[in-house]
């Protein structure tokens, strides 16, 4: 039984499957913007088509951009290095991803200052964000959920803090996109980035980066681009500016019929089956003694479910799980060191349940019962 749908989904629509194994088996596909020829027209055809339904999932213009790469942490990398140099500040959080820290941590070498907004009683501070707002910042970078404990940002009030210090507001929906609506425009949101894998239900390894006409991201990977070819750099128009190199049509094929999937059946319905599924499982480990939850009810989450029980190591919690009750979760850090330093669970980790649409009552109250046993038996 699966529960670690917060590191990839494994139960996909089954039309994602299907539109993959078309584009490799019916050769029909070639390489998209490297010809006139059917083959290459036919592979265009699907990345366009793609490209318009993120559009239309995220409240993108026309004119806006959506650019392709292998999942979130290389969108985040190039949003992140492409936006900030030599003297800017940026603030991220302590619920943030490595994906998020690691490159903002590599900047320092560079010269460019950071800060973390912290946590205060487990959620994120927000009064901080004044306190350590400089007169170089100019980027604020975030996760839209926590990896680790579920908790959803307050966007209103993150991009309206932007807009008061014009600062380019970068979002990291790879726990939300798919399962809570996002719209840029309305939001405000200059840069989100996002992985296929997860909510949107595509396959590994797609994933992508949405931004506003106007937004300048400087490109982190350079090389083919089917255009401008006797150019010394990068073509300076976009998406080619920073889609160097062959497209993954294959995942995109996969990932079009995932947001195509969301699309039909509705956002909002997708929320609401996650959230049954998350109260259900609140509601029946707030009874149990000796459980401890990460995750509040009175704010709002995403997928994602999080505790320990006394003070069992979260790694054999997981393996008592798996073996005798065949379910999988994920226990650790979840890579992000930050989150834990602030909760003190540095040494024992979390054990995290995080939800999927296709995972039904039946599946949760297993779950359910396999945590009672176990608390049953340290008891």
Do not use: W
């Not at 797609?206 to 089917?226: N, Q, V």
């Not at 499982?281 to 459980?291: H, K």
């Amino acid at each position: 039984m699966y529960f670690d749908n917060a590191a990839t989904t494994v139960v996909k629509p089954t039309q994602v499957a299907e539109a993959m194994f078309k584009v490799i088996s019916s050769q029909k596909y070639g390489n998209p913007s490297r010809g006139s020829h059917e083959y290459a027209i036919n592979s265009l055809s699907i990345v366009n088509k793609c490209r318009q339904n993120i559009k239309k999932l995220f409240g993108l213009r026309e004119e806006d951009e959506v650019v392709f790469t292998a999942n979130a942490t290389e969108a985040l990398n190039i949003a992140i290095k492409g936006t900030l140099s030599e003297g800017d500040h940026v603030l991220a959080t302590e619920l943030d991803h490595n994906s998020v820290l690691r490159p903002i941590y590599q900047l320092e070498k560079i010269g460019v200052e950071h800060d973390f907004v912290g946590l205060k009683d487990g959620v994120l501070n927000y009064e901080q964000l004044e306190e350590k707002v400089k007169s170089n910042t100019k980027v604020l970078v975030c996760t839209h959920a926590s990896n680790v404990t579920g908790e959803l940002l307050d966007i209103k009030l993150l991009s309206d803090f932007c807009k008061k210090h014009k600062l380019t507001f970068i979002l990291d929906a790879s726990q939300t996109a798919g399962v809570i609506p996002i719209n840029m425009l309305e939001q405000d949101i200059d840069i989100l980035c996002f992985t296929g894998h997860k909510s949107l239900y595509g396959p590994q390894g797609i994933g992508g980066l949405c931004f506003k006409e106007g937004i300048t991201i400087d490109p982190l990977i350079t090389g083919g681009s089917g255009i401008d070819s006797f150019n010394h750099s990068q073509p300076n128009v976009y998406p080619e500016k920073l889609e160097a190199g062959t497209l993954n049509v294959v995942g995109i094929a996969g990932l079009n019929e995932g947001i195509e999937y969301i699309l039909n059946k509705g956002i909002e319905n997708i929320r609401k089956i996650v959230a049954t599924n998350v109260n259900r499982f609140i509601d029946a480990l707030e009874q149990m003694d000796n459980v401890i939850l990460y995750t509040q009810r009175k704010r709002p989450v995403a997928g994602v479910v999080s505790l320990n029980i006394g003070n069992i190591d979260s790694e054999t919690i997981s393996d008592v799980l798996v073996e005798d009750f065949d379910i999988a979760i994920r226990p650790g850090a979840h890579c992000a060191p930050l989150v834990h330093k602030a909760l003190g669970t540095e040494k024992q980790g979390i054990v995290r349940f995080s939800f999927s649409s296709f995972n039904t009552i039946e599946e949760v109250d297993f779950a359910i019962n396999a945590i009672k046993t176990i608390v049953t038996e340290v008891d």
